[in-house]
């Protein structure tokens, strides 16, 4: 065969690879598509324990996370640096996937969200690449301090905040060692895409999976944010570790006598809702008022019979950007574009076919 | 085996895994609606059952008070008796639909007696009724918003013929025709 023959062949199995890529991707949307069309949407106010689709705005609950590459607040990011002249590139590309726990508000009220093993489907907020001349893009906003942060900032943090200098980001370190962990700012020359999906407060989504009691959850603390580690407290060998730890007194028996102070609620991210032990030298801190507690409390303490949304074996979490309406569309969207997928396969596996047997030659 | 042939055999294959994709994805979300169907319909029983054990709380809590008001109390103890677990559906929603009007023509006759709805009891009681009512209405919508669903499934392609082939049958829905519901005999 020759040059060009060679090059079309090439590009004639991309083609069929890409085409059963596609496909695959269409199957998938296909059944989410289903998944959300076939479940009628609950009233929170009114849900029943079971396989449930709701369908609201989310809002915060305990925390917020701060995206890496906007620094924008958020419940949920998925964010990607790709390095190279195109995506085909693997060197160092990376990327980082967070979740945590929120509340899904409609008219009627609202229902704690615990995310994890979540299927997610966000749209992508930030999408760019570093110039000609490798200069960033200009939406680009790395994330300097923490990823996690209050869903309210009081105005004396807020003005801390402000004051804090931070150091300027190395290639040796980063700030949180994650996604950004040895990226220094500027390219270098080379190229990068960025890339990043988030689902932030005020955001309308469809949640489809399972209501349950909050006292059923094997692990509230695991079930709240999805940090991809894959390993929770109920794996045989960690609960054997903990229930070690727990013999040899190295665990805590509660959250008082394990973390002191930061297990007032409302210390250290807002106002603390009953004096806490300080340094005597230490200013004291103003404690909230009976409001603000009241607001903590709801926000901190879930009452153990209260339905909330999760993750079960059988109903996995799916957590849609829009009506439900808009995301089975989008969905089906995916499948079409399946569909599509497999006539470009078939069609490449075809014209290699020919190009094989010789008859583009002849 | 010639390039060709193996091309159109890499088709077929293609073209056949994507039907039997279609028709067992179409299959078990006809399964997943069918058990979404049998649980809403379940918990509407559950909101259901709930109602009737407070009805008779109810009565007996206004009774003495309100005995110059029998009809609308014997309107609400007839509507409760009616109430069977293992009535068929259609059933089920004429006479759940004269107990709520039963239950609105009692509460509405006891907003004229301040001494009843001022009572603990009473309030408790009728808030109690009132959240099963919204309770029972919101899960009937999403009980036929289910049905609806399933109706149309099984009723458009691809599952058509699935529906043909496995004999499934249109669901009914939880409601009753204006004709059928049955209008309690108190005059207000």
């Not at chain 1, 059963?20 to 598509?33: D, S, V």
């Amino acid at each position: 065969m020759e040059g060009s023959g060679f090059q079309l062949a090439v590009l004639l199995t991309a083609g069929v690879i890409a085409g059963l890529w596609l496909l695959a991707r269409g199957m998938g949307g296909y059944r989410t598509a289903t998944r959300i069309g076939d479940t009628g949407t609950s009233r929170i106010a009114t849900i029943a324990a079971g396989e449930v689709r709701v369908s609201g705005r989310i809002e915060a609950a305990e925390v917020m996370l701060i995206s890496p590459l906007q620094s924008a607040p958020c419940l949920y990011y998925r964010s990607s640096i790709v390095s190279g002249d195109d995506d085909l590139v693997v060197g160092d590309d990376r990327s980082e996937e967070r979740a945590v726990g929120f509340r899904i508000v409609d008219e009627t009220g609202d229902i704690r969200v615990f995310p994890r093993g979540a299927r997610w489907d966000a749209p992508t907020r930030f999408d760019d690449r570093t110039g000609m001349f490798g200069e960033e893009p200009a939406g680009l906003s790395r994330r300097t301090g923490s990823a996690i942060g209050p869903t309210e900032v009081d105005q004396e943090a807020a003005i801390a905040a402000l004051l804090t200098v931070r150091p300027v980001a190395t290639d040796e370190a980063e700030a949180d060692g994650s996604l950004l962990s040895g990226f220094s700012a500027g390219s270098g020359g080379r190229s990068r895409h960025y890339r990043e999906a988030r689902l932030a407060p005020g955001d309308e989504v469809t949640i489809v999976g399972r209501a349950m009691p909050f006292s059923d959850l094997a692990d509230p603390t695991e079930a709240d944010a999805a940090y991809g580690s894959g390993v929770g407290t109920d794996d045989p060998e960690v609960a054997a570790d903990i229930a070690e730890a727990r013999e040899a007194g190295l665990l805590a028996d509660d959250p008082e006598e394990a973390w002191g102070n930061a297990a007032i609620p409302g210390f250290g991210i807002g106002r603390p809702v009953r004096a806490p032990e300080l340094d005597p030298e230490a200013d004291a801190l103003r404690l909230g008022t009976a409001e603000d507690a009241a607001r903590t409390e709801r926000r901190f303490a879930i009452v153990p019979g209260a339905l909330v949304l999760a993750s079960a074996p059988d109903v996995p979490l799916l957590i849609a950007h829009g009506m439900p309406g808009v995301a089975a569309g989008r969905n089906q969207g995916t499948f079409m574009v399946g569909l599509l997928g497999a006539v470009l396969a078939i069609g490449s596996a075809m014209a290699l076919a020919i190009l094989v047997s010789g008859g583009f030659g002849s | 085996m010639t390039p060709s042939s193996m091309a159109a055999l890499f088709a077929v294959a293609l073209v056949a895994v994507i039907v039997g994709f279609i028709l067992v994805a179409s299959y078990n979300a006809v399964m997943a609606l069918r058990q979404r169907t049998d649980k809403a319909w379940s918990n509407i029983d559950v909101a259901l059952k709930q109602r009737h054990d407070q009805l008779p709380a109810l009565v007996a809590a206004v009774r003495g008070v309100m005995a110059f008001e029998q009809d609308v109390l014997t309107e609400v103890t007839r509507a409760r008796a009616a109430y069977s677990p293992d009535e068929p559906i259609r059933d089920k929603a004429i006479h759940a639909e004269a107990t709520t009007t039963a239950v609105r023509s009692l509460f509405a006759v006891v907003e004229a007696y301040p001494a009843v709805k001022s009572h603990g009891n009473v309030l408790d009681l009728q808030n109690e009724i009132e959240r099963l009512e919204a309770m029972i209405a919101d899960r009937r919508e999403l009980y036929n918003d289910q049905v609806y669903r399933y109706n149309t499934r099984i009723s458009t392609l691809p599952t058509l013929p699935l529906a043909w082939l496995f004999g499934w049958a249109p669901r009914e829905f939880f409601a009753a025709s204006p004709d059928e519901v049955l209008r309690p005999e108190a005059t207000l």
